[in-house]
Protein backbone atom coordinates (compact mmCIF):
# COMPACT_ATOMS: atom_id res chain seq x y z
CA UNK A 1 0.00 0.00 0.00
CA UNK A 2 1.41 3.58 -1.21
CA UNK A 3 1.58 6.25 1.62
CA UNK A 4 -2.29 7.05 2.58
CA UNK A 5 -3.65 10.68 1.99
CA UNK A 6 -5.32 12.87 3.91
CA UNK A 7 -6.66 15.52 3.22
CA UNK A 8 -7.76 18.19 5.73
CA UNK A 9 -11.00 20.83 5.92
CA UNK A 10 -11.22 23.49 7.78
CA UNK A 11 -14.14 24.94 8.06
CA UNK A 12 -12.87 28.59 8.78
CA UNK A 13 -11.77 30.79 6.10
CA UNK A 14 -9.98 32.83 9.00
CA UNK A 15 -6.10 33.90 8.33
CA UNK A 16 -5.15 32.89 12.11
CA UNK A 17 -7.82 30.59 12.59
CA UNK A 18 -7.72 28.11 15.39
CA UNK A 19 -9.30 25.06 13.67
CA UNK A 20 -6.59 26.08 11.07
CA UNK A 21 -3.79 25.62 13.46
CA UNK A 22 -5.12 22.48 14.81
CA UNK A 23 -4.91 21.65 11.47
CA UNK A 24 -1.43 22.04 11.33
CA UNK A 25 -0.49 20.06 14.39
CA UNK A 26 -2.48 17.31 13.58
CA UNK A 27 -0.53 17.44 9.99
CA UNK A 28 2.88 17.57 12.74
CA UNK A 29 1.05 15.14 14.51
CA UNK A 30 0.63 12.64 11.12
CA UNK A 31 4.48 13.43 10.18
CA UNK A 32 5.36 10.91 7.78
CA UNK A 33 3.16 8.46 8.19
CA UNK A 34 0.36 9.79 5.45
CA UNK A 35 0.24 12.87 3.08
CA UNK A 36 -0.95 15.65 4.30
CA UNK A 37 -2.98 18.75 2.68
CA UNK A 38 -5.03 21.40 4.13
CA UNK A 39 -7.45 22.35 0.90
CA UNK A 40 -7.92 26.03 0.06
CA UNK A 41 -11.45 26.90 -1.09
CA UNK A 42 -11.48 30.34 -0.16
CA UNK A 43 -11.72 31.37 -4.11
CA UNK A 44 -15.13 28.54 -4.08
CA UNK A 45 -18.13 30.78 -5.42
CA UNK A 46 -21.61 30.37 -3.60
CA UNK A 47 -23.35 27.68 -5.03
CA UNK A 48 -26.20 28.62 -7.77
CA UNK A 49 -27.14 26.19 -10.05
CA UNK A 50 -26.98 28.73 -13.07
CA UNK A 51 -23.15 28.48 -13.14
CA UNK A 52 -22.94 24.32 -12.08
CA UNK A 53 -22.03 23.59 -15.74
CA UNK A 54 -19.65 24.05 -16.24
CA UNK A 55 -18.13 23.81 -12.82
CA UNK A 56 -15.81 26.99 -11.86
CA UNK A 57 -12.60 26.77 -11.68
CA UNK A 58 -12.22 26.69 -8.07
CA UNK A 59 -14.84 23.59 -7.61
CA UNK A 60 -12.95 21.89 -10.09
CA UNK A 61 -9.84 22.08 -8.31
CA UNK A 62 -11.45 20.66 -5.02
CA UNK A 63 -13.11 18.63 -6.74
CA UNK A 64 -9.51 17.00 -7.67
CA UNK A 65 -8.12 17.27 -4.35
CA UNK A 66 -11.28 15.32 -2.46
CA UNK A 67 -10.96 12.68 -5.59
CA UNK A 68 -7.42 12.08 -4.84
CA UNK A 69 -8.01 12.16 -1.08
CA UNK A 70 -8.14 8.73 0.94
CA UNK A 71 -9.77 10.41 3.98
CA UNK A 72 -10.85 13.64 5.09
CA UNK A 73 -9.99 15.13 8.52
CA UNK A 74 -12.81 18.44 9.43
CA UNK A 75 -11.21 21.05 11.56
CA UNK A 76 -14.51 23.28 12.76
CA UNK A 77 -15.64 26.26 14.43
CA UNK A 78 -18.84 26.50 15.76
CA UNK A 79 -21.14 29.37 14.35
CA UNK A 80 -24.60 29.70 16.28
CA UNK A 81 -24.40 25.60 17.43
CA UNK A 82 -23.78 24.71 13.78
CA UNK A 83 -20.99 24.30 11.55
CA UNK A 84 -20.22 27.64 9.16
CA UNK A 85 -21.78 28.50 6.28
CA UNK A 86 -18.29 28.17 4.28
CA UNK A 87 -18.27 24.59 4.62
CA UNK A 88 -21.69 23.98 3.91
CA UNK A 89 -21.37 25.90 0.77
CA UNK A 90 -17.84 23.92 -0.06
CA UNK A 91 -19.69 20.22 0.80
CA UNK A 92 -22.75 21.03 -1.43
CA UNK A 93 -20.42 21.84 -4.39
CA UNK A 94 -19.01 18.07 -3.70
CA UNK A 95 -21.86 16.73 -3.39
CA UNK A 96 -22.76 16.93 -7.03
CA UNK A 97 -21.69 14.49 -9.79
CA UNK A 98 -19.46 15.88 -11.79
CA UNK A 99 -20.60 14.69 -15.68
CA UNK A 100 -20.65 11.05 -15.18
CA UNK A 101 -18.57 10.33 -12.45
CA UNK A 102 -19.90 10.44 -9.00
CA UNK A 103 -19.70 12.57 -6.21
CA UNK A 104 -16.25 12.32 -5.26
CA UNK A 105 -17.29 12.23 -1.24
CA UNK A 106 -19.51 9.21 -1.36
CA UNK A 107 -17.55 6.63 0.63
CA UNK A 108 -14.79 8.49 1.67
CA UNK A 109 -13.99 7.92 4.96
CA UNK A 110 -14.09 11.33 7.52
CA UNK A 111 -12.86 12.36 10.80
CA UNK A 112 -13.96 15.20 12.74
CA UNK A 113 -12.18 18.02 15.39
CA UNK A 114 -12.96 21.50 16.09
CA UNK A 115 -12.04 23.95 18.62
CA UNK A 116 -14.05 27.20 19.83
CA UNK A 117 -12.98 30.17 22.52
CA UNK A 118 -16.23 29.63 24.53
CA UNK A 119 -17.57 26.46 26.39
CA UNK A 120 -19.33 24.62 23.61
CA UNK A 121 -16.20 22.77 21.83
CA UNK A 122 -17.67 22.47 18.54
CA UNK A 123 -19.75 19.46 20.26
CA UNK A 124 -23.41 20.82 18.66
CA UNK A 125 -21.68 21.74 14.80
CA UNK A 126 -19.98 18.50 14.15
CA UNK A 127 -23.55 16.96 15.01
CA UNK A 128 -24.79 18.67 12.39
CA UNK A 129 -22.08 18.44 10.35
CA UNK A 130 -21.93 14.35 11.14
CA UNK A 131 -25.49 14.48 9.80
CA UNK A 132 -24.95 15.97 6.42
CA UNK A 133 -22.20 13.93 5.64
CA UNK A 134 -23.72 11.07 6.39
CA UNK A 135 -26.72 11.96 4.52
CA UNK A 136 -24.37 12.26 1.00
CA UNK A 137 -22.72 8.73 2.18
CA UNK A 138 -19.23 10.10 4.05
CA UNK A 139 -17.72 7.06 5.76
CA UNK A 140 -17.76 8.80 8.98
CA UNK A 141 -15.14 7.69 12.34
CA UNK A 142 -17.44 8.75 15.26
CA UNK A 143 -15.37 8.01 17.70
CA UNK A 144 -13.33 9.52 18.42
CA UNK A 145 -14.12 12.90 17.60
CA UNK A 146 -12.18 15.78 19.25
CA UNK A 147 -14.04 18.65 20.68
CA UNK A 148 -11.74 21.52 22.32
CA UNK A 149 -13.38 24.20 24.51
CA UNK A 150 -11.71 27.67 25.95
CA UNK A 151 -9.40 26.98 23.31
CA UNK A 152 -7.09 30.46 24.33
CA UNK A 153 -6.34 28.49 27.55
CA UNK A 154 -4.16 26.96 25.21
CA UNK A 155 -2.27 29.81 23.22
CA UNK A 156 0.99 31.00 23.61
CA UNK A 157 1.40 35.16 23.99
CA UNK A 158 1.68 35.59 20.34
CA UNK A 159 -1.75 33.78 19.98
CA UNK A 160 -0.36 30.65 18.69
CA UNK A 161 -1.98 27.61 19.55
CA UNK A 162 0.32 25.36 21.81
CA UNK A 163 -2.30 22.55 22.67
CA UNK A 164 -0.69 21.81 25.72
CA UNK A 165 -3.83 19.76 27.95
CA UNK A 166 -5.28 18.50 24.53
CA UNK A 167 -2.35 17.33 22.41
CA UNK A 168 -2.73 13.41 23.26
CA UNK A 169 -6.08 13.34 22.41
CA UNK A 170 -5.12 14.70 19.11
CA UNK A 171 -2.37 12.21 18.82
CA UNK A 172 -5.17 9.77 20.00
CA UNK A 173 -7.43 10.58 17.13
CA UNK A 174 -4.64 10.76 14.49
CA UNK A 175 -3.75 7.60 15.37
CA UNK A 176 -7.15 6.03 15.05
CA UNK A 177 -7.92 7.89 12.11
CA UNK A 178 -4.74 6.64 10.04
CA UNK A 179 -6.00 3.44 10.69
CA UNK A 180 -9.68 3.68 9.77
CA UNK A 181 -8.49 5.22 6.12
CA UNK A 182 -5.72 2.46 6.01
CA UNK A 183 -8.12 -0.56 6.78
CA UNK A 184 -10.34 0.81 3.97
CA UNK A 185 -7.61 1.38 1.45
CA UNK A 186 -6.09 -2.56 2.24
CA UNK A 187 -10.60 -3.46 1.96
CA UNK A 188 -10.34 -2.22 -1.44
CA UNK A 189 -7.45 -3.23 -2.53
CA UNK A 190 -8.17 -6.67 -1.52
CA UNK A 191 -11.67 -6.38 -3.70
CA UNK A 192 -9.62 -4.99 -6.28
CA UNK A 193 -7.23 -7.71 -6.47
CA UNK A 194 -10.11 -10.08 -6.55
CA UNK A 195 -12.13 -9.05 -9.47
C1 LIG B 1 -21.11 34.21 13.88
C2 LIG B 1 -20.39 33.51 15.02
C3 LIG B 1 -21.08 32.66 15.84
C4 LIG B 1 -20.41 31.97 16.87
N1 LIG B 1 -21.11 31.04 17.59
C5 LIG B 1 -20.45 30.26 18.47
C6 LIG B 1 -21.11 29.15 19.08
O1 LIG B 1 -22.28 28.88 18.84
N2 LIG B 1 -20.42 28.38 19.97
C7 LIG B 1 -19.10 28.64 20.24
O2 LIG B 1 -18.50 27.92 21.04
N3 LIG B 1 -18.43 29.68 19.66
C8 LIG B 1 -19.08 30.48 18.77
N4 LIG B 1 -18.41 31.49 18.14
C9 LIG B 1 -17.00 31.76 18.48
C10 LIG B 1 -16.07 30.98 17.54
O3 LIG B 1 -16.11 29.63 17.90
C11 LIG B 1 -14.65 31.52 17.65
O4 LIG B 1 -14.63 32.79 17.06
C12 LIG B 1 -13.63 30.62 16.98
O5 LIG B 1 -12.36 31.07 17.32
C13 LIG B 1 -13.74 30.59 15.48
O6 LIG B 1 -12.90 29.61 14.94
P1 LIG B 1 -11.54 29.95 14.17
O7 LIG B 1 -10.57 30.50 15.18
O8 LIG B 1 -11.11 28.64 13.61
O9 LIG B 1 -11.85 30.98 13.09
C14 LIG B 1 -19.04 32.20 17.10
C15 LIG B 1 -18.35 33.10 16.27
C16 LIG B 1 -19.01 33.73 15.24
C17 LIG B 1 -18.22 34.63 14.30
Same mark, same amino acid.
Given at each position: MSLIKILAIVGSLRKDSYNRQLAMLAKEIVGDRAEFEILEYSDVPLLNQDIE? !?? !?EPVKRVREAAKAADGIWFFTPEYNHFFPGVLKNLIDWLSLPAGKER !????GKPAAISGTTT????TACAQDALVTLISYINMDVMNAPRLTIPYILEQVDEGGRVTLTKSRKYLERQADAFLAFVRKRVEDAEREAAKA
Open positions: F !PP !P !PVLIGMHA
